[in-house]
């Protein structure tokens, strides 16, 4: 086994290990589109909650740039090229964010109205995927956009959308998605134009941006003089699994 070193941040206080295979076949046997649910049955399969006051346990209640950054920080450990591993025609460290932790809130103005923009989370990335999927919305950077304001941005008096489970998040998602959907050319330019704003503000571990493609990093590293900026990155939870573990499992 591979002495991988334990994660210990604001939320975070975990130890990670290699999956084991049956581990490797339940990441495995989820399709492809899911990258999000691919993403949490790794990161179950690699980590052993370290208990302390404050630390959240599940992944799927981690913000997205939390699980990105744990899933990152395994492969940084355990790949052949790592740590520093290679990212399309960056690295690893074109995409980390030092120094940096969860940010819970940002406050933001928008149209005269005080809103607040709170991260996206796994169990949130996991409902607007499944959401995609099933063809409710199409799958575009405006889907996605679509959803991520409407579960990531609320009124300054409003309460978060409560989650107990899946299917009741999703109902009040969806109400949300409709209404933003709804707003006028300009209010939605307005609004969208702010969140991105308030959403940089909030980046901490990654730069965690959506596009058509869902869930992924921006480049945070400054490009030399004359190089083109890098493509944003995932960090695909399948590409965590060792390559000749997927071979066994014929999945590639």
Not at 38 to 44: G, I, M, P, V
């Amino acid at each position: 086994m591979k002495y991988i070193p334990p994660i210990n941040t604001a939320r975070i206080s975990v130890e990670l290990h290699e999956p084991d295979m049956d581990s490797n076949e339940r990441t495995l046997e989820i399709p492809a589109q899911f990258e999000q649910r691919t993403a949490t049955e790794l990161l179950r399969g690699i980590i052993k909650p370290i208990e302390r006051p404050g630390a959240i346990a599940d992944p799927r209640m981690w913000s997205v740039n939390e699980r990105m950054f744990v899933i990152a920080s395994y492969m940084s450990a355990t790949r052949e090229d790592g740590p520093n591993f290679p990212i399309g025609e960056g690295t690893f460290s074109d995409y980390l964010l030092d120094g940096t932790d969860y940010v819970a809130e940002v406050l933001f103005e928008c149209d005269g109205r005080a809103l607040v923009y709170s991260p996206l989370h796994g169990y949130q990335a996991e409902v607007i995927e499944t959401l995609l999927a099933a063809g409710n919305y199409s799958n575009t950077a405006y889907s996605w956009w679509k959803a991520c304001i409407a579960a990531c941005v609320r009124g300054a008096d409003e309460e978060p959308l409560p989650y107990r489970d899946d299917a009741q998040y999703e109902a009040l998602l969806v109400g949300r998605i409709e209404s933003v959907g709804r707003l006028s050319d300009s209010a939605f330019v307005e609004l969208f134009d702010a969140y991105q704003v308030a959403a940089q503000s909030g980046a901490h571990m990654v730069y965690a941006i959506t596009n058509a493609y869902g869930v992924l990093a921006a480049q945070v590293s400054e490009p030399s003089e004359g190089v083109p900026e890098l493509a944003p990155a995932r960090f695909p939870a399948r590409s965590a699994i060792s390559r000749r573990a997927r071979e066994i499992m014929g999945v590639l």
